[in-house]
């Protein structure tokens, strides 16, 4: 395989897709940046993977975009994405739907560009640089020497809505490429191959994972292979699944809390704990209040609850005050319902450490109390009760007590022992869903809303 590396400045391959990939990138959902104009790219690194000349060419592309900074947000260099572009002479009608456009000039003039993971064969090369071990220019392409990955299995995209992309390979592997990309170890990565090593089963440990390792700075984390848990459903679906039969889902929510429990149990073991006293609960807290003032400003109608949901952050200082301190371990960091399979044995995993892709690595790197997974659950059940057929607030409740009572009897200790530190975190979380919400899928803002009106109203000062 040739190859093409650069780390600074453009490249005439850029400079011909420049036009092509500003039109294309702001649609695909996975872009962070929408609202902001694309202004320009500057390479991070342009790998060769398939040279063009032949029937299909391949690149990856790790690309800043650059676009105007938010009003009021501080100057920032612009994202990095990850891209997989192939090139053909003409695309054939199955892959029209991957379509980017067609090159005016420069060295693919004449050729036709397009999103690359749509394609089987594209997809499989990646499969088997993972299998070789490969190095190609700055990618570095790695496998578990444990496990093996059997040539040959054939590549399709998952067509769910992401942040990131994920390509199945014959029900046997799942890669998942991750779009905005930042150096340092990324949680994805490293929270499953430490409960690997822990043998814990409830994560699926990494097969093989991609990394970029530029010419200076830190390598990047691009992408994770994994066993594909084939046949699994989602928490999510199968809640709605359940809650549209009129079935109580408290079985499930039991064998949830069970496995949370064992995931927090074997990373507490695996990777550091701290122990929070005053002066970092008081920044906890801090970040906790600096969120909702934020959300306020974002989303006006949380204005009439700000006082009462800030008396749950009030209570969690007073009780730091008084001396009170918690243990806190690396976490999941974005727990919900989707976020949990069920294998047709009825085996729960857990999946996608990546934590709030919003938030900076180095903050969802951080040791945290595993209440703060409890309270996303414990969102979620509230989610699934009030967005399908109406409110069921008895269902959730039940999933709620039930979840509780799973975690309790595998960890040893009952997170509803902890009401202070539970309704802060449900809080935080609620907050969180209403800017998401507010910015993603505005119909569902009802939802978040409405746990932000128990929650304020729980205020106990
Ligand atoms: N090991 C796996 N086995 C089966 N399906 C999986 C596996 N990992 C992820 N998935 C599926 O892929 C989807 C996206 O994975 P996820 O890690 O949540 O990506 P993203 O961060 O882009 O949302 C999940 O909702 C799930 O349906
Ligand atoms: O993309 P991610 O899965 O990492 O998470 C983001 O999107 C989620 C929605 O897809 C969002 O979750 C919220 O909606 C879920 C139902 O669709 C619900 O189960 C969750 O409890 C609720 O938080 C998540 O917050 C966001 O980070």
Redesign the pocket.
């Known amino acids: 395989m040739a190859e093409t590396v650069t780390s600074s400045g453009t490249t005439p391959l850029l400079a011909s897709l420049d036009p092509l990939l500003r039109a294309w990138l702001p649609r695909q959902r996975w872009f962070a940046g929408k609202g902001r104009p694309v202004t320009g790219f500057t390479p991070v690194a342009v790998t060769e993977l398939l040279p063009p000349g032949g029937r299909l060419g391949l690149y990856h592309l790790l690309l800043r975009v650059h676009q105007p900074d938010a009003p009021g947000a501080p100057p920032h260099p612009g994202d990095c994405y990850q891209l997989l572009i192939g090139v053909r002479e003409a695309l054939p009608p199955r892959l029209a739907p991957a379509l980017i456009g067609h090159v005016e000039e420069g060295p693919l003039a004449g050729h036709t560009v397009y999103e690359a993971l749509h394609d089987p064969r594209p997809a499989e090369v990646l499969l088997e640089a993972l299998r070789t071990r490969d190095r190609i220019g700055g990618l570095c392409f790695e496998r578990d020497p444990q496990q093996e990955i059997r040539s040959g299995l054939v590549a399709r995209l998952?067509t769910?809505e992401?942040?990131?992309s994920?390509v199945v390979y014959g029900d046997t592997f799942?890669l998942?490429l991750l779009r905005r990309v930042v150096p340092g170890v990324n949680p994805d990565l490293e929270i499953p191959l430490a409960l690997a090593r822990e043998g814990c089963a409830r994560v699926?440990a990494p097969t093989g994972w991609l990394t970029a390792e530029p010419a200076a700075g830190e390598p990047y984390v691009l992408a994770v292979l994994?066993?594909?848990?084939s046949g699994?459903s989602?928490g999510w679906e199968l809640a709605l699944r359940e809650l549209a039969k009129g079935e109580d889902f408290a079985a499930e929510a039991r064998a949830l809390g069970r496995a949370t429990a064992e995931v927090h149990t074997a990373l507490a073991r695996a990777l550091p704990t701290v122990t929070l006293g005053h002066p970092q609960l008081e920044l906890l807290v801090g970040g906790m209040t600096e969120r909702l003032a934020a959300a306020v400003q974002a989303v006006p109608a949380l204005r009439p609850y700000e006082r009462g949901l800030h008396s749950a952050y009030e209570a969690l200082a007073g009780l730091a005050a008084e001396g009170r301190s918690w243990t806190a371990q690396r976490v999941h960091g974005d727990l919900h319902l989707?976020?949990c399979?069920r294998s047709p044995s009825g085996q729960w995993s857990l999946?996608?450490f990546?934590g709030e892709p919003a938030r900076p690595l180095a903050e969802r790197r951080m040791p945290q109390p595993p209440v703060r997974d409890i309270a996303g659950m414990l969102r979620s059940f509230d989610y699934a009760a009030r967005s399908a057929t109406g409110p069921h607030p008895a269902w959730a409740h039940a999933c709620r007590s039930a979840y509780c009572s799973g975690y309790a009897e595998v960890a040893g200790r009952d997170p509803r022992t902890d009401p202070v530190l539970l309704r802060a975190y449900e809080t935080d979380k609620a907050v969180y869903e209403v800017v998401y919400e507010a910015r993603h899928r505005p119909d569902w803002l009802p939802v978040p809303l409405s746990a932000i009106r128990r929650l304020a109203a729980s205020d106990q000062t």
Do not use: F, H, R, W
């Not at 994994?226 to 848990?229: L, M, T």
């Open positions: 998952m769910a992401q942040s990131n994920s799942i998942k699926p994994q066993p594909y848990v699994a989602d989707g976020q399979l999946i996608d990546e």
